[in-house]
């Protein structure tokens, strides 16, 4: 379970090694529950050791290479719209506003593509299209249009690119006709917006989530940095394990001096009761009593710094705890 947090938050079993998304929504998820109280020393120790190990992760990352699963699959596009001369010419549509959808729609007009960018609010539509780069040598403007306005006309693009959450097919195959070739189709939503039917049509002419790990890209790890970081996971892992252990230990430990340190209180108050002592006789049984109890739980507790479940043993030996 350890080995499978740390992989997710440094996006090192992603079809784009070390991408930036990941790191985010884990850290969000985990700030989220953190507002809400639903994690605990245990969850809160890991997702900090985690989200640590994936900004290391990212230092590692070479400049200039996939950074994202939008890199991916906007490279993918941008090839096959390239012509002859080695410019990608066409005009796309980028379904999504979000933040996925804003990396597709940049690195597309980086490129030179004309983009119309598609979201159910025309509010952000516009506002993205709006920050885009101009298009081509001309410096054309980019457009903004809702979501269901831009899929009656699906076919006249070169390219579309999906990244939106939706539980319903979005694109299917009366979107697209067959007047002419289909376009490339990207798809990063999660579950897929393609119907199935489509997708059979479009054949290696569709990008999804699935299919991106195979996708050509430059990693963003050379061979020698990935080495270090997956053994740094290792490592990373196993101090978790290591403090993992220490805190049930010390759970152990902190019940034995609690249940002792309870028992010992209740005799001195009886003893207090009974009223034959005065108070510094008192005193004295007082600390005599506590430094009795030290020295008899001294071993027992080097013990249980060894112990693989000390909380256990204290139960098991003592009766203490629930």
Not at 124 to 133: Q, S
Not at 180 to 201: F, H, K, Q, T, Y
């Amino acid at each position: 379970a350890v080995d499978r947090v740390l992989l997710v938050s440094a996006g090192l079993d992603s079809a784009v090694i070390a991408e930036e998304q990941i790191l985010g929504q884990v850290r969000d998820a985990y700030e989220t529950a953190l507002a809400r109280g639903q994690t605990g020393p245990i969850t809160n120790e890991l997702l900090r050791r985690a989200i640590r190990f994936g900004k290391r992760v990212r230092a590692e990352a070479r400049p200039g290479t996939d950074r994202s699963l939008a890199d991916r699959a906007a490279a993918w596009a941008i090839a096959r719209l390239t012509r002859n001369d080695d410019q990608p010419r066409g005009h796309a549509l980028v379904v999504g506003s979000g933040e996925m959808g804003r990396l597709l729609a940049t690195r597309l007009a980086e490129a030179g593509i004309l983009v119309t960018v598609a979201s159910r609010s025309g509010e952000r539509a516009a506002r993205l299209a709006e920050a885009l780069p101009r298009a081509g040598r001309q410096g054309q403007p980019h457009q903004s249009v809702l979501t269901d306005q831009a899929l009656e006309p699906a076919a006249q693009y070169d390219a579309i690119a999906i990244a939106v959450r939706s539980s319903a097919w979005l694109l299917d195959a009366a979107h697209l006709g067959t007047e002419r070739p289909p376009p490339v189709v990207v798809d990063l939503s999660s579950p897929g917006v393609v119907s199935p039917e489509l997708a059979a049509r479009l054949g290696d002419r569709l990008l999804d989530v699935d299919r991106l790990g195979e996708a050509k890209g430059r990693s963003s790890l050379d061979p020698a940095a990935e080495r270090r970081v997956r053994a740094d996971l290792d490592a990373t892992r196993d101090r978790f394990v290591a403090w993992l252990r220490d805190h049930h230990n010390g759970d152990g430990i902190a019940l034995l001096r609690q249940q002792t340190e309870d028992i010992r209180r209740r005799h001195l108050d009886r003893l207090r009761r009974r009223g034959h002592l005065s108070e510094e006789q008192l005193a004295a049984v007082e600390a005599m009593t506590g430094a009795m109890l030290a020295e008899l739980l001294h071993v027992p507790t080097l013990q249980l710094r060894r112990s693989d479940d000390a909380a256990a043993r204290v139960r098991e030996l003592f009766g203490f705890g629930p």
